[in-house]
C-alpha cells in the first residue's frame, strides 16, 4: 500500500459535506449557567426594542404607510412571530449556543450549517457596528445639549462630514461592551437587564404622554398610500422585530435552556409587539403622518405639544435602546463564533473559553472589528453588510422544522412549533420575498463573503470538523 504524504490529501466526499450534528449532545462545561427566564427575556428584549421605537415607525408612517403603518407593523409582527415559533422549537430541543448555525448543522448539514455560521459572524459583527454609530449621534446630542462638544475629527467616520476622521463614540461603545462581555455572563447579563428595564420605563413615559395628546383626525386618511403603501412599509418594519434571534445563541448560559429558551422567546415577542403597535398608534396620533420628523419623530411631536424637555429624556432612552440591541448582537457573535471553533470549523484557540467561563478569545477580535468599522465607515456603508444573513438564517431555520418533524419525530421537544408546515412557510416567504427586493449590491457583497467562506470550507473546515475527526 502506498503511503499518503502530509501534502496529499483525499478528495472531498462532498456527501459528507452534509454530516449533521446530533439533536442530543451532552451537557457543556465551557459557560456558566446563570441566566434565568427574565434575564434572557431582557437579551432578547435588547435586540427586539431599539431603533425600531424611536425612529423607525415615524420614517414608515411619513414616508411609506402613513397612518396604515399600524397595519405595516402588524403584519411584519405575524411573519417574525412565525419565525419565532421556529426558532422556539429549535431552542427547546437542541439548547447550544450557536443559534441558527447550530439549528442548521443539526437539521440540515454541515456544509448549510457552515455557511450560516459564516454569514451570521458577517452580519452580526456589522449590526453592532451600524448600532454603535446611531447610540453615537444621540450620544453627540445629548453632550452638545450639555455644552460639551467632541472636536470636529471625533464627529464621524470619514466622508460623512468635513473634517471628520473617526466616529469615535461608535468606535468606544463597542470596546466596552466587548470589556462588559468579557466580565462574565452573569455580571454582563445584570447590566443588560438593568437598561432594558430603564429602557421600558421611558418606552412607556413616551406612549403614555404621547396619548395624553392624540388628535383623532390625525388618523385619516387612514391609507393615504393605499394599501400597497402598508404592506411595503411591511417590509421595512420587519428588520426592528427580529432580536429574539440573537437570545437563542446565549443558550447555553440559561439555567435551563430547553425549558425556559421557548418561553423567552415568546415573551419577548409578545411584549415587542405590543411596544410597536402602541408606538405607532401614538405618533401618527399625535401629529399628521406628513409632519412627521423622520430624523427624531418623537422628539420633534412633543416640540409641537410644547414638552420639549421630553426630547432629552427621548435622547436618553435612544441611547439605552440602541446600546442594549448592539449588546446582544454583539454576544450572539461571539458565541457563533465560539460554537464553530468548538465544532472544528474554524482555528480550535477561538473555542476555548476563559477562567470567567466566556469566549474572551472570539470577543475581542470581535470588539475590535467591530470598533473599526464603526469608527470608519458610514452608517450606510456598514448598514449594506446586515439584513441578507439574517433572511438566510430564517428560512434555514423554518427548513429545518419542516425537515426534523419528517426525520426525527421522536425526538423530544419542549415546544412544539404550531400548524406545521403552515407556520413555517409563513416565515420562509416572507423572508424570501424581503431578500429579493435587496440591492444588488448587497447580493454581490453576501455572495463574495459566501465564496470566500466556502474556501475557509474546503480547504479548512471540512478536514477539521469535529464530526470528521470522530469518523
Known sequence: MTAVTKTQRPP????????????????????????????????????????????????????IAGPAVLISFAIAIVASGAAGLCYAEFAGMVPRSGSAYTYSYVALGEIIGFMIGWDLLLEYTAIVSVVAIAVSGYLNYITHYFGFDLPTWALGAPGTGAGHRVDLFAALLCLLLAFLLSRGTRESARVQTGLVALKMVIVAIVVVAGALHINAGNYTPFFPFGMGGAVSGAALAFFAVYGYDAMSAAAEESTDGKRLMPKAIMISLGIASLVYLLVCLVIVGMVNYADIAVSAPFSSAFDRIGLGILGLVIAVGAVIGVTTSAFANMLAVTRVGFAMSRDGLLPGYFGKSSRRRVPSRVIWPVGVVSALIAGFLPIREAAELTNVGILMAFIVVALGVMRLRRTRPDAERAFRTPWV??????????????????????????????????????????????LHTEM
Open 12 to 63: 472531498i466526499n462532498w456527501r459528507n459535506t452534509l454530516r449533521r450534528m446530533p439533536v442530543t449532545v451532552a451537557e457543556s462545561a465551557d459557560f456558566k449557567k446563570s441566566m434565568g427566564l427574565w434575564q434572557l427575556v431582557a437579551l432578547s428584549l435588547g435586540g427586539l426594542v431599539g431603533a425600531g421605537v424611536f425612529s423607525l415607525a415615524g420614517v414608515v408612517a411619513n414616508e
Open 421 to 466: 408546515p403552515v407556520v413555517p412557510l409563513i416565515g420562509i416567504g416572507f423572508s424570501i420575498w424581503l431578500v429579493a427586493h435587496l440591492t444588488w449590491v448587497t447580493w454581490l457583497r453576501f455572495l463574495i463573503w459566501l465564496v470566500l467562506g466556502l474556501a475557509v470550507y474546503v480547504g479548512f473546515s471540512y478536514r477539521h470538523s469535529r
